[in-house]
């Protein structure tokens, strides 16, 4: 292996050790727990689990893309947009 190319791979380990891994390890442990949200289509309570791997994932980017993995309300509404994520109190 040649001496440039040796050294584009440690630069690249070093960038994704101090800055993709903290960043990710912040978002999973942000959007690990259950929340409670007001229920855009009934107006009611609702406790969601948001997919922190995929958020934390997608958080390399840009900002973390949402979704719901768990709802308590899912059971009566089986088709749900997820408009509860544009809640200000998830992000």
């Known amino acids: ?23 990710m390890a912040d978002v999973y442990a942000r959007f690990r727990r259950r929340r409670t949200v007001v229920c855009p289509e009934t107006g009611l309570d609702a406790e969601v689990r948001m997919d922190a791997w995929h958020a934390a994932v997608t958080a390399i980017p840009g900002p973390p893309r949402l979704h719901v993995a768990e709802c308590s309300r899912r059971l009566e509404h089986a088709v749900c947009g997820e408009e509860c994520l544009s809640d200000p109190a998830l992000r």
């Open 1 to 23: 292996m040649s001496a440039p190319m040796l050294m584009v791979m440690v630069i690249l380990a070093i960038g994704l050790v101090y800055v993709a891994l903290p960043v």
